[in-house]
Every structure is written in structure tokens, then in C-alpha cells.
């Protein structure tokens, strides 16, 4: 049974009956509702309520259109979200739709959404993303949505291509296509985005290249290509992203190289290379990344070795070399890292020794070496604990401190005394100690006596030598 549209009287003074598959109410533009026994059509397949420009709202009962293949409207109530048989849900020319309700998620069947020249549409709601069967291909009428500030694509798996029309969205700031699995590559249009600030393209396992047009996002700062499996290079162009902070190219196993343009990435702070397989070296512009904090190589197993410019970041805090098994050496230049505090070597199986200059890292916290199985001999060290003015005692464990060739304790005022064995444990090298104390106290005295024992232990060996001034 077929009902086709007439005026709005009409329709007020209509009865349904359940046998109804088909309700055209197209162009009744007077019309303000629908009965709530509109929920009682079980065989309603297709409803057309466009160019109802009247209609306020659709009633809760709506949701009891169990049968319902095709709804074409203007707005959406939440209940939208329980037509579980809902194929083709078609919004286009609905300029007065702001939003999507987020029980739209639920529309598990559905296949086609049409939200073309929907001008007032500012967002989709998150749940948009649990439309799997949804997104094939976007409409190239996606552009005119000029006021979209976000597009959550996440989890659309069939998801090959964006149109061109992509580009025109230039008001667009966040752009989510994270897991769209079957996406091969994005248009040369994407790079007219101006306005955006956040690109996730994380496990899009399918991408082999990035457009040379994404140079032009002067606006991004957060650039997600997590195991991005199938991308074997940057563009030269990534270089031009000035405003770029965040470049995250974790788990890319078939990256082999970064561009050397790399070290235009002035405001560049945290980037991300960790499981990298098939990465062999870096650039040796690498230096110029004056505002790199973070550096996480972690488990590129190919990394054979760091460039000298390395020694130039002088912003770096954190540098990860975990499970970098081909790494053999670190180069000299490491030591100029005046900033970094931590610095990851655990399970470095090819790493022979350190360079002499890892102990000039005076702001060292954290050095972990678990593991490096080949490591033969560590440098010479150098222990500056200087003005530390609240300093009590040392820690036990600098006994083990076996290469410890200078201990500076200047001015350590509260230090009260040495260990007795710190003479055994600098046993065997030329060990300068300079131990400055202020104050004539009791407390002072006892420290003198703790040293006197410490300078006879020392003694013993006559390739140690003993400074100690005493203020």
C-alpha cells in the first residue's frame, strides 16, 4: 500500500493503517508533526518527508519503524538510533540541521547518509564512527559543508578515497581517519586545509604515500601516522610544516628513510620512530631540530648507528634507544645533550662501549643499560655533586662506581660523612675528591674523622690521590 503526499489538513485528518510500506509527504510545507501513531506502521519500508520545511521535529514513536529502509527528512530525534533495518538515510538540503544525534550510531545497516548542502551542519557526534557498513566514498558535496570544524572518519574500514572536494572544507580543524584500513591515498586537494590543526591517519594500513600538498598545512600541529605499514617515505614537502609539534610515524615497518627536509621542523617537540624495522639511519640535518624534547627510536632493530649532528639538540630531555639491536656505537657528539635526563640503551645487543664524552651529561637522571650483552667497558666518569647544600649522605650504591675517576662534593654543607668504603671503591684509579664543608660544629668534627678513615683505606693504594679541602 502506497500513500502519496498532499496537503497538511489532509494528512491531520488521515488514520494509518499498519499495511502502509510506502508514506510520501513531500513538499507539505505547512505540515509542524506527525502523530505519534506513526509508530504504529510495522510494514513502512520508505518515508519521504522532504521539502517539509514546517516539520519541527519527528515524535519518539518513529524509533518503532522496525521495517524502515528509506527515510528522507530534515532533522532527527534521538530515537533515530532503533531503526535497525535503516539502509539510506538521506539529509540533503536540510539547511537548518545543526547537529546529528549521537544515538545515530546505532544505525548499524546503514549504508548511504546524504548530508549534502546541509550548511548549518557544525559537527558530527563521535558515535558517526561506529557506522562501519556506512562510508565506501564520500559524496563530493561533502565540500560545501563550509562550517565543519571536525570530520571523524575513524573505523570507516571500506573507506578507499576522499574526494577531491575535500580541500573546499576551510573551515575544518580536526580531521580523524584513524583505522580506515582500506584507504590507499589522500587527494592533492588536501593540502588547501588551512585551518587544520590535527591529522589522525593512524592504521591506515594501506597508505603507500603521502600527496606532496601536505607541505601546506601551515596550520597542522599534531600529525598521527601510527603504524601506517604501507608507507615507505615522506615527502620532501613534510619539511614546510612550521606549526608541525607532534609527528608520530610509530610502527611504519616500511619506512626506510626521512627526508633530510625533516630539519625545517622548527617547532617540532616530540617525534616518534618507534618499531621503525626498516629504518637504517638518520638524517644527518637531524641536528636542527632545536625544539625537539622527545626522541623515541624504540626497537629500530636496523639502526645502526646516529649522526654526529645528534650532539646539536640541545632541547632533548628523553632519548629512547630500547631494542635498537644493530646500534653499535653512540657518537662522541652525545655528550654536548645538555639537557637530556634520560637516555634508554636497554637490550642494545651490538653496543661494544660508550664514548668518553657520556659523562659530560651533567643533568643525567636515568641511564639504563639492561641488557647490552656486548658492552665491554664504560668510560671514565666524572661525579659532580657540587653546591648540593642538602645533601646528607651518599647512596650505597656508589660503590660500584668502579671507573669513578673525579668526585666533587664542593660546598655539599649538610653532607655529614663519606662511606668507608668509598676508598675500596676507588680503589685502582687516580681519584681526585674535594670535599668542602662550612660551619664548626660537632657534626663537622665526626665527618673529619669518617674521612680520616676513608684516606687510610685509600692510602693502601698508591695510585690514589687524595684531595680534600676543608673550609
Not at 499498519?18 to 518515508?47: D, H, M, P, T, W
Not at 539502509?87 to 538540503?93: K, M, P, R
Not at 649522605?393 to 655539599?412: E, G, Q, Y
Amino acid at each position: 500500500m502506497s500513500i502519496l503526499g498532499g496537503t497538511s489538513r489532509e494528512y491531520r485528518q488521515f488514520e494509518f493503517s499498519c499495511g502502509v510500506e510506502f508514506l510520501n509527504l513531500y513538499g507539505c510545507r505547512s505540515l509542524e508533526a506527525l502523530q505519534e501513531s506513526i509508530g504504529k506502521l510495522n510494514s513502512l519500508v520508505e518515508l519521504n518527508l522532504s521539502a517539509c520545511v514546517s516539520l519541527k521535529a519527528l515524535p519518539d514513536s518513529i524509533g518503532n519503524l522496525n521495517s524502515l529502509v528509506k527515510l528522507d527528512l530534515r532533522a532527527l530525534p534521538e530515537s533515530i538510533g532503533n531503526l535497525n533495518s535503516l539502509v539510506d538515510l538521506h539529509l540533503y538540503a536540510c539547511r537548518s540541521l545543526k547537529a546529528l544525534p549521537e544515538s545515530i550510531g546505532n544505525l548499524n545497516s546503514l549504508v548511504k547518509l546524504n548530508l549534502g548542502v546541509c550548511q548549518s551542519l557544525e559537527a558530527l557526534p563521535e558515535s558517526i564512527g561506529n557506522l562501519n557498513s556506512l562510508v565506501k566514498a564520500l559524496p563530493e558535496s561533502i565540500g560545501n559543508l563550509n562550517s565543519l570544524e571536525e570530520l571523524d572518519l575513524y573505523t570507516c574500514g571500506s573507506l578507499k578515497a576522499l574526494p577531491e572536494s575535500i580541500g573546499n572544507l576551510n573551515s575544518l580543524v580536526k580531521l580523524n581517519l584513524g583505522d580506515c584500513q582500506s584507504l590507499e591515498a589522500l587527494p592533492e586537494s588536501i593540502g588547501n586545509l588551512n585551518s587544520l590543526v590535527k591529522l589522525n591517519l593512524s592504521a591506515c594500513r594501506s597508505l603507500k604515500a603521502l600527496p606532496e600538498s601536505i607541505g601546506n598545512l601551515n596550520s597542522l600541529v599534531d600529525l598521527d601516522l601510527n603504524i601506517c605499514r604501507s608507507l615507505k617515505a615522506l615527502p620532501k614537502s613534510i619539511g614546510n610544516l612550521n606549526s608541525l609539534v607532534k609527528l608520530n610515524l610509530g610502527v611504519c615497518q616500511s619506512l626506510e628513510a626521512l627526508p633530510e627536509s625533516i630539519s625545517n621542523l622548527n617547532s617540532l617537540v616530540k617525534l616518534d620512530l618507534r618499531v621503525c624495522k626498516s629504518l637504517k639511519a638518520l638524517p644527518e640535518s637531524i641536528g636542527n631540530l632545536n625544539s625537539l624534547v622527545k626522541l623515541n627510536l624504540y626497537g629500530c632493530r636496523s639502526l645502526e648507528a646516529l649522526p654526529e649532528s645528534i650532539g646539536n639538540l640541545n632541547s632533548l630531555v628523553d632519548l629512547n634507544l630500547y631494542g635498537c639491536v644493530s646500534l653499535k656505537a653512540l657518537p662522541e657528539s652525545i655528550g654536548n645533550l645538555n639537557s637530556l635526563l634520560d637516555l634508554y640503551l636497554y637490550t642494545c645487543g651490538s653496543l661494544k662501549a660508550l664514548p668518553e664524552s657520556i659523562g659530560n651529561l651533567n643533568s643525567l637522571v636515568k641511564l639504563n643499560l639492561r641488557d647490552c650483552q656486548s658492552l665491554e667497558a664504560l668510560p671514565l666518569v666524572k661525579l659532580n655533586l657540587g653546591d648540593c647544600q642538602s645533601l646528607e649522605a651518599l647512596p650505597k650504591s656508589i660503590d660500584n662506581l668502579n671507573s669513578l675517576v673525579d668526585l666533587d662534593l664542593f660546598r655539599c654543607r649538610s653532607l655529614k660523612a663519606l662511606l668507608e668504603s668509598i676508598g675500596s671503591a676507588m680503589a685502582g684509579s687516580a681519584v681526585a675528591v674535594e670535599w668542602t664543608m662550612v660551619g664548626s660544629t660537632i657534626a663537622m668534627a665526626s665527618s673529619v674523622v669518617a674521612m680520616a678513615s676513608s684516606i687510610v683505606a685509600m692510602a693502601s693504594f698508591a695510585t690514589a690521590m687524595v684531595s680534600i679541602c676543608i673550609f
